[in-house]
């Protein structure tokens, strides 16, 4: 029976020979699982800097603003924009030029002005405070542009 058998097996080769294909398998499974569906994917290809999240809330904010405006009500900033100035960027080196500083400055005035205005100069000062978005964009981080062009 077993013993015409050309191929037997050693009994104290079971142990190795097991213990080597747990350890294949458990390598093959873990690199070829996918990723989990519930991470989002970061919109920013540098990742998810404090500026970057900054950035999209006033986007966000713009929108109702806009909106807003456009219902002939008086708009309402509520974000602390002056953390442009300090928030981390995905590039902090960008963020710490003076291009950059001198940029989040005048953007800030358009926002102090868009605060201070009244309803009838509503949409002026607010497409001012967009163009001062495309501006800073337009020179130092070109991505965002396209969503930018959506607030006017």
Same mark, same amino acid.
């Given at each position: ?5 050309? @191929?037997? @097996? ?7 020979? @097991? ?8 390598? @093959? ?11 989002p994917m970061p919109l920013n290809p540098n ?31 509520? +974000?602390?924009?002056?953390?442009? +100035?300090? !928030?981390? !960027?995905? $590039? ?15 953007? +800030?005035?358009? $926002?102090?002005? +868009? ?14 405070? $967009? ?22």
């Open positions: 029976m077993l013993r015409y058998c050309k @191929f037997s @097996f050693n009994p104290g080769f079971r142990q190795p020979a @097991f213990l080597l294909a747990f350890l294949l398998g458990g390598y @093959f499974f873990s690199c070829s699982a996918p990723k989990a569906a519930s991470e990742g998810d800097s404090e500026l970057a999240l900054l950035m999209r809330a006033m986007t966000g904010e713009a929108q109702v603003v806009k909106q807003q405006i456009e219902q002939g009500e008086a708009p309402w900033l509520g +974000l602390d924009y002056e953390k442009i +100035l300090t !928030a981390q !960027a995905s $590039v902090p080196e960008k963020a710490a030029s003076a291009a950059y500083q001198e940029h989040a400055r005048s953007y +800030l005035q358009t $926002v102090k002005a +868009l605060r201070e205005g009244d309803v009838a100069n509503a949409r002026p000062l607010y497409n001012n405070m $967009v163009n001062a978005c495309m501006s800073c964009h337009t020179a130092l981080c070109p991505g965002p542009t396209v969503r930018i062009k959506q607030l006017y």
